[in-house]
Nanobody, 118 residues
């Protein structure tokens, strides 16, 4: 069973920065893609950024401000968030698609709160 452990959320003022991390562990798997989603109160979960062997993809709302990266040796994905805005406030979830001897699976982290306030 793949386990995702997230860290790095918190409170920050507008214009500030935060860095999220998500480490995948457990079982025998290879990672196809890792990404970050977010869900604000009363809204649907949305893609923030994803990274795979094919490259990176970002939501239009975060392009130029957020950067996703990955440390393959530790199966960890990072999200560097700069110039944060109040509308970035949400619970951020890590997601990974993995391949195992039994097939492909999607896994979610428990979520970490990011609050941007004046």
């Amino acid at each position: 069973q793949v386990r995702l452990v997230e860290s790095g959320g918190g409170l920050v003022q507008p214009g500030g920065s935060l860095r999220l991390a998500c480490a995948a562990s457990g079982g025998s798997f290879s990672i196809n893609a890792m990404g970050w989603y977010r869900q604000a109160p009363g809204k649907e979960r949305e893609l923030v950024a994803v990274i795979s062997s094919g490259g990176t993809n970002y939501a239009d709302s975060v392009k130029g401000r957020f950067t996703i990266s990955r440390a393959n040796a530790t199966n960890t994905v990072y999200l560097q968030m700069n110039t944060l805005k109040p509308e970035d406030t949400a619970v951020y979830f890590c997601n990974t698609e993995v391949s195992t001897p039994w097939g492909k699976y999607n896994h979610w982290g428990q979520g970490t709160q990011v609050t941007v306030f004046s």
